[in-house]
Structure formats: C-alpha cells, structure tokens
C-alpha cells in the first residue's frame, strides 16, 4: 500500500552505479570522458547515449566549454540528466585555450543556480582534457569527484531527489488537470458569449438593410412612376396636338390604351425591383400581386358645345355674309353686267369660308378640350401609379418582415440550444472540478506534505525527516502513472 518508501527508488526509476558526463555539442564531454576513464578506474564512466532512458547515474558531470556561457538549452540538458540524481559536478572544459575560463565558470555557477535551486550547491572546476599542448589538466577534478563519491550520504540524497522530481510531477500533473479544465471553461464562455452577440448582430443587421432597402426601392419606384407619368404626358399632348377631325375621335380609346400599358410598364418594374432586393438579402420574393385596375377616368367633353357652335355658326355667318357683299361689289365694279354673276360668286365664297372657319374653330376647340383631358388622365395616372408603388412596397415590406421575424426566431431557437449544450457542459465541468477539488484536497496534501519532507532532508533543514513518509500510507497508486 506504501509506495514512498525512501530505501527504494521511485517506481521506474533503475540507478546505476556509473558517472554520466553531459555537455552541449563540441563542449568535450566524450575527451573529457576518456580522461575520466583513465584516471578513475574504479568508477564506470557513460555518456548520454550510453545509458537507458529510465536508468539513474550516481553522479552527473555537466561539461561547459570555456568558450561560452551556459544557455538555457544546457540548463534544460542538465535539469534532464540530474532528473533522478542529486550529485552534479560542473566543468569548464578547454581552459588550456580560453584565458578567460574563470569568469565563464562564475557566470555558469550563477547561470545555473537562477536556474533552479537545487544548483547552488553545485561543485564548478576547470579542466582541459585535450589541451592543445601537454596533459590533461583534470587532477581537480578527479580529487573532487573521488571525494564526492566517497560519501556515504550520496546515495540517500540522490533517492531522495528522484522522489522529490517524482512528487514533482506527479503535482504538475494535477495542476495541468486543472488548467486543462479551467482553459476548457473559459473557451466555453467565450464560444456562449460569441453565439449571444453574433444572434443579436446578425439580427439587427439584417433588419437594417431590409428596412434601407425598402427604403430606396421606395423612392427609386415613385421616381420612375412620377417619370412615366410626364412622358405620358408629353407624348400625348404631342399626339392630340396633330390630330385631325376624323381622328379626334378615336384618340380617347388610344390615350386609354396607352395609360393601360403605362401601367403594365410600370407594374413590371414593380414586381423586377421587389424580386431583386429579396433576393439580394436572400429571402424569398414576394408572391406575385393580383394585375392593378386601370385607372378610372372620364370621356373627353367633345360633346356639349351647343351653344358655342350655335355662337360660331352666326359669327362663321356674318363673316361669310361680309365676304359675299365684298365679292359681290368687286363684281358690279368691273362690269355692270356681272352683278348677277357676282352675287353668286360672292354667296359661294361666302358660304365656303362660313364654313371652313366654323369647322376649323371646332376643331381648335376640340384639340384645347383634349389636351385639358389628356391633364386630368395624366394627373389620374400619375396617382394611380404612386398609389400602387406604395401598396406593393407595403405589402412586400410585410411579407419580408414576416419572413425575417421568422428567420429570426429559428436562428434564436439554434442559438438558445446551443447555449443550453453549452451550459448543461458548463454545468458538468463545475460539478467535475468540485469533484476533483475534494480528490486534490485529499491527495495533494499528503503529496505537499511529502515534498517538503523530502526538500528538508535534501536541503538539510530541521523539519520532519523523510523517513516518516513512510506513515503516509494514503492510495498513491497515482505516482506510479507519472514516470511514463
Ligand atoms: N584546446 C582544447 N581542445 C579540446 C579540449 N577538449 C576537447 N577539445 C577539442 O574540442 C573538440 C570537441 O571535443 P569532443 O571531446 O569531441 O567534444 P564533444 O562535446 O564530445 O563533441 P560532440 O560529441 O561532437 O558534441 C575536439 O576538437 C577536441 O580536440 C581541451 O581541453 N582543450
Ligand atoms: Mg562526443
């Protein structure tokens, strides 16, 4: 059931009696390392490569060459190496070449020590394994690895930093756990508050333009109507202008015609420009309207003119008559005979002209009569036409409106339950952390308890010896899980 149990390594971990020499690339760890070799024959000497991923040295010697200061790279290497291992010895290597070596040494001694520290009590020599000219220059470093490993409390300081890196991690982990969760959380507000705002934006944006759009077909069709409306005008008044008298008759059935298709031209306008902004904001277009009544006007008043043709008729006359009495005399002027003739000849113009000034008057009249009429058509058309640009702009805002409402109301029912996923998660998560709380208050306090035990001994602080975590005997199964 205990599984701190301090007289053996942590689950995972196998030690090996053997001197692990670490170092960046080109620092001279492997000459370093053959040096060693030769002149401590009693102790085993590997390189990185040399040794298992889950085997612990009995010491760890870092090599830093001269040339350069520690980076953080070789600190994570050393952090690495030293994992399970308490015993680290610094080198500066090379020190036969780079004059400088003893300030690179302080540097790394305090590079490595604001690193972590568990570094400050680490041992830095110079060394020159391979120097250029001469021996090897490592007898510091052999007499302080000699005596380092002649300690007879290496081994228990070393058990015990493979046990503090293995709470350590273990706490990692569930503090990871945590954040993992927390992190989750906060995505999820931000994704529920993400949904809210973009259902309200999308809203109101979509209400917005429909209601600007209605707003431009309104004014752009009443233009158009308002345009028809006086070129109708003018081309009728050009038509009624030159019409004869056969003609005048028929011109009311054209202009009728014509303000039919003005109508039509302009119902079809209507209906391209409605379909158009519908589908612009992708909604459907609006259902077709019921054809629109031609409108309601009446006949040209041709007719009542009685008294004025009467009027014309005797004034035609006395202008005839006056005529006849001018012709008649310029006859019995020229001969005396021709009296008879002449009052003939004066009573046939004097007719004739009665008669042509009294139908052409009529026909002015007529024309003056027409184009007040064709006024009042125009005035009705115009109207009529501005009337319907704004049923039909009303009714299609209903429509679109109604359309949108209805959109609108899915797209808040999608919204509303993707929020309630959201929140029923959110739900679990809270009800998993309080969870997980009461599991980390249980487990993590005899983990803490046991950190600190095994940082006083290491540390060698009064405090509780490390011995005594072998009472805690809570489920620490889950130590086991963090060596992989
Ligand atoms: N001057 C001098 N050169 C050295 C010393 N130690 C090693 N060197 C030179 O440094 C170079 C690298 O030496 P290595 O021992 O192979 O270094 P290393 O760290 O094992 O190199 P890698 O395994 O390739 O990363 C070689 O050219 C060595 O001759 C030393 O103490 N003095
Ligand atoms: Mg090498």
Redesign the pocket.
Known sequence: MTVIELDRSPPGVVRRDVVLVV?S???????LTNALRDRIREHTFVESGELNPGHAPTAVVV?ASASAMLTESDCALIDSAARNTDLVIGVV??I??HRTWREVLTADRTLLAQHAPRYLRVPWVGA?????LGEPHVDELVGLIRQRLSDPGVDRRNLLRAWESRLQSTLGRYRADGSDRRARVRALHQTRDDILDSGRRTRSERDIALRSQLKQARIQLAHAARNRATTMRSELADHGAQLTRREIGTFESHARTRVREAVDEVEEAISDRLVDLATGLHLPPPSPAASPPTPDFPAPPLTSRRQETQLMTILGGGFGLGVALVVTRLFAGIASGMTVAGLVVGGLVGLVLTVWVVGTRGLLRDRAVLDRWIGDVVNVLRSALQERVATRVLVAETALCSELFHRDALDSAEASKRVAEIDAELRAHAVQAARAAKVADARLSPLLEALEAVRSELNGTDGRRADELNRYTPEMGFLNRSCE
């Open positions: 170092g690339r080109l620092a001279g760890t492997t000459s090599t290597s090379k036969d070449t020159a394994a391979a120097p250029d």
